[in-house]
Nanobody, 116 residues
Framework: VQFVESGGGLVQPGESLLLSCAAS????????LAWYRQTPGGQRDRVAY???????MYSDSVKGRFTITRDNGENKMYLRMDSLKRDDTAVYYC???????????WGKGTQVTVSL
């Protein structure tokens, strides 16, 4: 299954964005789907994941501001980002966590820029 991210853009601090992740096939069987982000020169860090069973996790940096939603019926995943900060500026990616170490499994991502 391949993923295509969309919904990024340029926003001001305090504003919101909704990122979408569209899968090329069924995601119902995938145990854990995650959102990651990467800044220029930085590593790709996981910010949130959602399991097949409904569990969700958020990194400390986004907890309380971001909400991950997984729609197995539509084969999509979303990341609602509220109260955005400059430090949230990054390229955001989604992926099956099992393939996180496979360079060929990553999509192009979607750029989020938070700036005045």
């Amino acid at each position: 299954v391949q993923f295509v991210e969309s919904g990024g853009g340029l926003v001001q601090p305090g504003e919101s964005l909704l990122l979408s992740c569209a899968a090329s096939g069924s995601i119902a069987h995938i145990y854990s789907l995650a959102w990651y982000r990467q800044t220029p020169g930085g590593q790709r860090d996981r910010v949130a994941y959602a399991t097949r069973g409904g569990a969700k996790m958020y990194s400390d940096s986004v907890k309380g501001r971001f909400t991950i939603t997984r729609d197995n019926g539509e084969n999509k995943m979303y990341l609602r980002m509220d109260s955005l900060k400059r430090d949230d500026t990054a390229v955001y990616y989604c992926n099956d966590e099992v393939y996180a170490d496979d360079p060929g499994s990553w999509g192009k991502g979607t750029q989020v820029t938070v700036s005045l």
